[in-house]
Every structure is written in C-alpha cells, then in structure tokens.
C-alpha cells in the first residue's frame, strides 16, 4: 500500500487519484483552492470537474503542498503545463527524498521548448531515474467511470516505471511499461495538436474521410517530428501515440477537439479560451513544437495550417485542401519518418515525373533546347 501525492485536482489529476486509490494506494490530492480540497476531503465529490463521480475513502485532498507531500513515496504532477515551473518551486522544499515524479501532463513549456520531463529535472534537480511519464488514451471521464483503457508510463529508471505499473492498476486501468522517454511524451503533446484540427474540420462540417485524412498524416507529422528528437518511431505507433491520438480526436470529451471545433464553427481564440471550463494543451503547444520543428527541419502543414487558423489568418475551411503540402509535386504516401534512402529516392522520382509532365514530356535532368 504505496503512499502517494498527486498534484493538481483538476478533471485528470483528480481520475488518477483515483485510480491509484482503487489500485490500493493511501492518495492524497493537492488542489490550490481549499473549498475544492474541502469537497473532495469531505464529500468525496469534485464537481467542478468530474460531475456525478464518487471518489474512493482512500482519497483525500488538501490545499497545503506540505501535508500532501508528507511521506510521499511516489509524487504524480496534473498541473496545467505553462504553471508546473512555479508549482514545482513550492514542491521543492517539501519533496520526500528519493520518491518518484511522475508526470501526468501532455504539453511543451513556451519559450524554452521543454517537455515536462526536462522542466521537473530541471527545477528539481533530481535523477532522470526517478522521473517517469506517463501517457496514452486518457479521457478522464471515461476512466473515471471505470471504463477499461491502458496507458503506458516510461523511465530511464526501470525499477522507477516497474513501481508506477505497479501502483496505476486496477481491474478497470492497465498500466504498460517502456524505456522511449521521449517518444511516450512528445505523443501525448503533439496529438492534441491533431485533434485541434480534427475540431476545427468537424465544427467546419466536413465529413470522416477529411478526419481519417487529418489523422493519418497527422501521425506521420508526429512520427516524424518525434523521431528527429530522439524518440523511437514504434513509440508513436502505440499508446502514447496513435491510440491517445485515436481517443482524443474522436471524442468529445476531448478538450482539444472541443476547441477545435468552436474554432471551425467561428469562434475567435479568445472567445474559446473564455468557454473552455480546463485547460486546453493543445492551443499553448501549437508555437514552441512549430518553433522546435524549424529547428530540426521537420516540415508539419497540418499543425502549420492550426496556427494559421488560431490566428485569424486562414479560414477554418481552407485547412483540408492542404492536408500535406502546398506544392504541386505529388507526395510519397508514409506511415512515419521517411529518413530512408527508398523514402527519397520515391521523392526524387516523384518530382522528376511531375516536371516531365508539366513540361511537355521532356526529362528535367536534360539541358533545355
């Protein structure tokens, strides 16, 4: 019966209190405002995120980052990406020597680029071995509910992951385990970016095959864009990736599908940003992964194309017809990165049949007349 701290009562932060409270775990549920800590102390209810959900006797919660941390042996963090760097300065003093940060969150910190993984090594100056993510098909409602779903928590430190596989399981969660660090978090970021386009093109009222289109080549984006930074590309073909990707652009109990779609029916971002009850990731991750793309030269039209629309300067329905390129040279179809010398070469071929066809015919390697 492992003794935890999860920090953050939002709708995810407070499912997976949960969760480890089922799996036998003694939680106890940091949330800044003390009446909310105080309802879910007390009634075992957090209305305001997880509506009609009975929490479990082994849950509590209290507003003071002290008396959560207290013996914690394993510390989960649930706070909004663009607030952990100053949440985990208050973490710090009260931090139980050798537990576990494992990170819940799925976003990039604006201005310097880091993954959640890096801030919390960064502020805490802890081990790598100690910090896990974890990620994959995590609508909370669902799993609140006690819907079955699997997720999957990586680690440099094997043993760290093996006690956090151990600890998130219950008859209703599965927790898997891997080492790809990188890859099982940049999924979880990057596919909310997908599912922002998949909104915009659903309150714009296109169909399933524009979605299924959005999809498709929004996880080779993510592969690709992965792979350049180290992530192994199966990673983006399993939880973390194609099925939080599958779960989160289908559902709309997805905050960043719900966005999109008031984005496509017109709505302005700052109009979103009021009605949107939670944070919604994906909109605060869309500059730094594009900014962090140009570093490596990863070329991402659909996440391009949602700044675009987030700024006001292309209709939410001009983003189908540019699904892959703007260039009229017909396209390789691939599944993820195409590093490959058969993936350029197809490239190569493909462009030199385009011009012989523009061009009347004549091969573009041959000196013109």
């Known amino acids: 019966m492992a ?40 009634a075992k209810r957090n209305s305001d995120y997880l509506p009609g959900i009975n929490l479990p006797k082994r849950l509590t919660a209290t507003a003071r980052l002290a008396q959560a941390l207290d013996e914690a042996e394993q ?29 819940l969150m799925k976003g990039v910190e604006k201005g310097s680029g880091l993954r959640m993984s890096q801030v919390v090594e960064q502020v805490l100056e802890i081990d790598p071995t100690r910090i896990a993510v974890l990620s994959g098909p995590n609508l909370a409602l669902e799993i609140a509910r006690e819907q079955p ?33 990188i890859g099982t978090e940049l999924g979880g970021v990057l596919k909310n970016l997908i599912a922002v386009a998949i909104g915009i093109v659903d309150g714009v009222g296109y169909g399933e095959n524009t979605k299924a289109s959005i999809m498709t080549r929004g996880l080779a984006e993510m592969t690709d864009f992965a792979v350049a930074y180290g992530a192994e590309a199966q990673t983006l073909s399993g939880l973390a990736g194609l099925g939080d990707l599958i779960a989160t652009c289908q559902s709309p109990l997805s905050r960043n599908n719900t966005a999109g779609r008031l984005l496509g029916q017109g709505l302005a971002l700052g109009e979103v940003v009021k009605q949107m009850n939670q944070t919604a990731e994906g909109l605060a991750s869309v500059e730094p992964i594009l900014a962090l793309a140009r ?45 490959t010398q058969g993936g350029s070469a197809l490239r190569r071929a493909l462009q030199r049949a385009f011009h012989q066809l523009r061009d009347g015919g004549r091969d573009p390697r041959s000196p013109r007349p």
Not at 85 to 97: A, D, G, Q, S
Request: no cysteine; hydrophobic share 45%.
């Open 149 to 181: 779903t699997a997720s999957v928590v990586a680690s440099t430190g094997v043993e760290t992951a093996a006690a956090v596989a151990v600890t998130a399981s219950t008859q209703y969660f599965r927790t898997f385990v891997g080492t790809d660090v």
């Open 295 to 339: 570093e490596k030269g990863v070329d991402m039209p659909i996440v391009e194309q949602v700044r675009q629309v987030l700024a006001g300067t292309l209709d939410p329905k001009d983003i189908a017809p540019h699904l892959t390129t703007d260039t009229d040279v017909p396209q390789e179809e691939r599944a993820a990165d195409d590093t």
């Open 3 to 42: 003794r935890v701290a999860v920090i953050g009562a939002g709708s995810w932060g407070t499912t997976f209190a949960k969760v480890l409270a089922d799996g036998g775990a003694d939680v106890t549920l940091w949330a800044r405002r003390p009446e909310l800590a105080r309802e879910i102390r007390e």
């Open 75 to 103: 510390v989960y963090l649930s706070v909004p990406s663009q607030k952990l760097r100053e949440i985990l300065i208050e973490v710090l003093p009260y931090l139980p020597e050798d537990a576990p940060v494992i990170s």
